[in-house]
């Protein structure tokens, strides 16, 4: 598309985008050009502008070998760093600015290695043909700012459709992660995928296993913090591609006929996911609650059981849910943190369900909060999030008792700060009272010191003290 055939917003974009350039990026065209080579601005930043939102980043392509931008930026950047330069990009800062310039180039896989054979080209129209969307293949020559959209990235932007510049077969053959991009994408941006694009994802889904974890982990991680991923999670299901990165997603689509009928737990886990993200505090997207919303009921697969009367049952899918949710996010390389807290919270969602109408003692109300400990806010999220019925009085019954519920806590917590429940008396204590050297007897009398509290509250010292010896007698001996 001409500058010419641009309609007025996206003339107004193009102006907005062309006032962004930073003078930097004009200055570092020149240096290129001065040597006889051109550079760009490409890809997200350019298309972002056109989508009214704002970045920072600069991205930057060429066609100087990566050896040679070293060379060019040598003396004129403030610090350079070649972290990426086995795949072409060089990093740069000058003035508060960090830029990447990247060789111009193409992706793509051996059919038997997980990693990328890198090949450098010459000229920025087929760099932009390589590129993953058309959305993404639009660019501005510097220094004299040229928009350059080859492949109708604007005319896509303005129908919110993501298709790739080339034929999608070669595209996702190249770089098998672009069919999770577009998954990624749609969640990010809220956009359709082509139809053809769409079939060669179905044709091509097995082809993601040549991509490595870490690489698909990130993009599925993307994906669950945009602003749709209920998009982005349905395509994946639907072309095929989550049965190869995430598949006890799919497996939730659990048959339903006229003798056991039962929720659909897929449809059931995205509108949990879509409650627990409105849940969530300004600060952005909550990753750990996000994933649990998601992994939350992964056991039911496991556990169903039908039942006489036509009855459906999942014992312990919870259990089985979080030993599930952690093989898959251990597999997918996400952080021992990030594993242990939504599996953590997968495995405690349905605590609250033994709460009935209230009949809970503060013993029990303290393990709730002790078992939950610093999750305990999005425990109260997933939870609230995880009541998918459509009768309005249930709903409203469950919120209320679970209303009920945190104003014990908060009640209790006033009194006991049940945040930080100890036993009132620590190990040294333990020690003395029972005149006992460090060893596994302490750690048994702190556990019982510890049940203690948590079944009677603050009873003091003094009584704690003749507890533990009381209890000590009945150890016998040792």
């Not at 048959?255 to 505090?281: C, M, S």
């Not at 997933?382 to 519920?405: E, S």
């Not at 006992?436 to 510890?450: D, N, Q, S, T, W």
Request: charged share 30%; net charge negative; proline share 5%.
């Amino acid at each position: 598309m001409s500058e010419s055939n641009l309609t007025a917003g996206q003339q107004r974009g193009l102006d907005a985008l062309l006032r962004r350039i930073p003078p930097v990026a004009d200055e570092l065209g020149e240096l290129f050009a001065a040597r006889g080579h051109e550079l760009a601005l490409v890809g997200g930043p350019v298309r972002d502008v056109f989508l009214g939102r704002v970045g920072n980043d600069l991205d930057l392509t060429t066609d100087a070998r990566p050896e040679q931008v070293l060379e060019i930026v040598r003396d004129w950047a403030d610090a350079v760093w070649t972290i990426g330069i086995d795949f072409g990009t060089v990093g740069v800062r000058k003035g508060g600015r960090q830029l990447e310039i990247t060789t111009y180039r193409s992706e793509s896989y051996d059919p038997q290695s997980r990693k990328p054979e890198v090949m450098y080209g010459d000229s920025l129209d087929d760099d932009l043909a390589r590129r993953d969307f058309a959305v993404n293949a639009m660019a501005v020559r510097l220094p004299e700012h040229t928009f350059a959209d080859p492949y109708g990235g604007l005319a896509d932007l303005a129908a919110k459709v993501l298709r790739t510049p080339g034929p999608p077969e070669r595209s996702f053959d190249d770089d098998p992660l672009r069919m999770l991009r577009a998954a990624r994408f749609a969640s990010q941006l809220g956009f359709d995928v082509h139809p053809a694009t769409f079939a060669a994802m179905r044709g091509m889904a097995e082809r993601i296993e040549i991509v490595s974890a870490e690489r698909i982990q990130a993009e599925l991680d993307k994906l669950i913090c945009g602003a749709h991923p209920r998009r982005g999670l349905e395509l994946l299901v639907d072309s095929g591609l989550a049965a190869h990165v995430v598949p006890e997603l799919p497996r939730l689509r659990l048959e339903i006929d006229e003798h056991h009928r039962h929720k659909d737990v897929y449809e059931h886990t995205l509108i949990v996911l879509e409650q627990a993200i409105a849940l969530e505090d300004d600060g952005g997207c909550d990753r750990v609650l996000r994933w649990a919303a998601l992994l939350h009921d992964i056991g039911k697969p496991k556990t169903r059981r039908h039942e006489p009367g036509g009855r459906v049952s999942f014992h312990h899918h919870e259990v089985v849910g979080a030993q599930l949710t952690k093989k898959r996010l251990t597999a997918l390389k996400f952080p021992k943190d990030v594993v242990a807290d939504v599996s953590r919270l997968v495995e405690l969602h349905l605590r609250f369900h033994g709460y009935g109408t209230g009949e809970w003692t503060d013993s029990a109300v303290r393990r709730y909060v002790r078992d939950g400990g610093h999750l305990l806010d999005r425990l109260h999220k997933l939870t609230r999030a995880d009541c998918t019925t459509r009768n309005k009085r249930k709903a409203q019954a469950l919120a209320r008792t679970y209303d009920h519920l945190e104003e014990r806590i908060a009640r209790l917590a006033e009194e006991e700060e049940l945040a930080k429940i100890r036993p009132e008396l620590d190990g040294n204590e333990i020690q003395r009272v029972l005149g006992i050297e460090p060893g596994p007897m302490v750690g048994r009398a702190y556990k019982f010191l510890l049940e203690m509290r948590l079944d009677q509250g603050m009873i003091g010292k003094e009584a704690a003290t003749a507890a533990l010896l009381e209890w000590a007698k009945e150890q016998g001996p040792s």
